[in-house]
């Protein structure tokens, strides 16, 4: 099934949609890209949603994504003695780290790390910054406080500290165990949550060790300022919208999820914008004007993928989601100002052999009415220089390897093709012009490119580019 768009589609597997003909109705409405949420549901119900995508693949006979996202440190406060408090604006309020029921003076903050990282003058963000605690004084193990921002504060609710590098690992005890798990299923991406600074995602890649990619989630301010170091660290990148908007202002987000797609994009690393993009069709058929608008913006952009979360998960219309996502993605690519966006925004080659051929491919994409990119990849570097140039044709990756045709779905404008490697380069062309004429993306005699690495099978060495004939 040829896709009709560049821009790719994350759904999010839960309790609406996990049985084989939902995640086939999902992935037949424009679902690329099929994401694990490590936050809920049992590794028995991951598992089992893991088959049923493998055995969608086998039957269509096309690679497909599977993304597991790491539920990362969890910060709460305890529970309260009857189960929830009021607090007013200007009144006095501490945290400490007894084990003891909260009430309307204090309640239990079970995180050392948190207390390690505050001072006076700093503030703490309860429940998704519905209300705010000023810090008044301090120590290793409480902090007394003042409420800036009242309202009903209930057990086990989350605790953010904006502005703050906490001491914290990504990777909780939970997470080790649930990466290992996913890993072993053969999951094609780990999304790594809490990510503050660039040891951090040296950390899981180690944990990794190249059984899969690592998708850095920037959800945590602190991120920001080490960005271009976490992107060159990463596989790809996810614009956690939801999470960076609960310890920044609203109107700080836009601008920040424009600068982290021109950091992916100038790197060449795919990027995900997530988090409320069709929010209201958690309970709606159709989305506001303004979700529509939002997906089209994180297209303009340049965005590899834009994602679904309670849409597709837990909604009520999660095939709808889907389908308009679809819908939207594909006007907003044919809307004459989007090839001129992507132009505007485009990253300047690198002095080597394979940017100098990535770039030529996008010119001559301009010039002659070619109808695909044949680009024959074993690691996958070759396709995604070619995918940051954003051509005008799509890209048919071909590759040995069905993990990395697999990893690659997630790119922009790409089409993934397990195939068995050329053996000389009339076979190269050979075999790239029938995958092309069966995929129904050139018919014969129309322009083709073909794009390799002399010798086969080498990664890094892109240094051939054919133009031929279907």
């Known amino acids: 099934m040829k896709r009709q768009r560049n821009t790719k589609i994350v759904a999010t597997l839960g309790p609406a949609s996990s049985t084989p003909e939902s995640i086939r109705g999902l992935w037949e ?124 504060l209930s057990d086990r609710k989350g605790v953010n500290v904006p502005d703050a590098l906490l001491p914290l690992s990504p990777l909780t005890a939970k997470d080790r165990r649930d990466l290992a798990f996913a890993l072993e299923l053969g999951v094609d991406w780990i999304a790594l949550s809490f990510v503050q600074r660039p040891e951090d995602v040296a950390e899981a890649r180690a944990l990794v060790d190249g059984r899969a990619w690592v998708l850095s989630k920037l959800e945590k301010p602190a991120a920001i300022e080490s960005l271009d170091a976490i992107v060159a660290l990463s596989d790809a990148v996810m614009v956690a919208r939801g999470d960076l908007g609960v310890e920044l202002p609203p109107e700080d987000v836009p ?18 914008v997530a988090t409320q993009m069709l929010e209201s069709m958690v309970y709606a058929p159709t989305p506001t004007r303004a979700e529509a608008s939002d997906v089209a913006t994180a297209v303009y952009d340049g965005a590899d993928a834009v994602m679904l979360s309670a849409e597709s998960a837990s909604g009520r219309y999660p095939l ?8 939207i993605v594909r006007r907003a ?30 010119r001559i994409t301009s010039v002659l009415p070619v109808t695909a990119i044949a680009a024959y990849t074993s690691s996958g570097s070759t396709t995604l220089r070619i ?60 322009p083709l490119l073909v794009i390799a690495g002399m010798p086969f099978g080498t990664p890094g060495s892109t240094n051939l580019l054919r133009i031929v004939r279907a």
């Open 387 to 446: 995918a940051r140039e954003r051509p005008l044709a799509p890209i048919l990756s071909l590759t040995p390897d069905v993990a990395t045709a697999r990893r690659l779905v997630l790119a922009w404008g790409v089409h993934s093709v397990h195939t068995e490697d050329a053996a000389d380069v009339e076979d190269m062309v050979a075999k790239a012009t029938a995958i092309a004429e069966a995929g129904r993306f050139a018919a014969p005699g129309q």
């Open 320 to 327: 709808e989601a889907v389908a308009m996502m679809d819908r």
């Open 333 to 362: 690519e044919r809307d004459d100002c989007y090839r001129r966006v992507l132009q505007a925004e485009a990253a300047i080659p690198g002095s080597t052999d394979a940017d100098a051929i990535s770039a030529a491919v996008c």
């Open 255 to 272: 601008g920040l999820q424009k600068r982290i797609v021109q950091s992916c994009r100038r790197a060449g690393k795919p990027v995900v």
């Open 29 to 152: 409405a424009g679902a690329d890209v099929f994401r694990l949420n490590f936050s809920h549901g049992s590794h028995a119900d991951h598992q089992a949603r893991v088959h049923a995508i493998r055995a969608l693949e086998r039957e269509r006979g096309r690679p497909i994504a599977i993304l597991a996202d790491l539920q990362g440190p969890k910060l709460r406060v305890g529970v309260f003695r009857e189960g929830r408090v009021t607090l007013d604006s200007g009144q006095r309020f501490r945290l400490d780290t007894a084990d003891a029921p909260g009430d309307e003076r204090r309640a239990r903050l079970p995180h050392p790390e948190i207390f390690a990282a505050l001072a006076p003058g700093r503030e703490l963000l309860l429940d998704d910054g519905k209300l705010r605690l000023r810090v008044e004084a301090c120590g290793a193990d409480f902090a007394d406080t003042v409420v800036v921002t009242g309202g009903v």
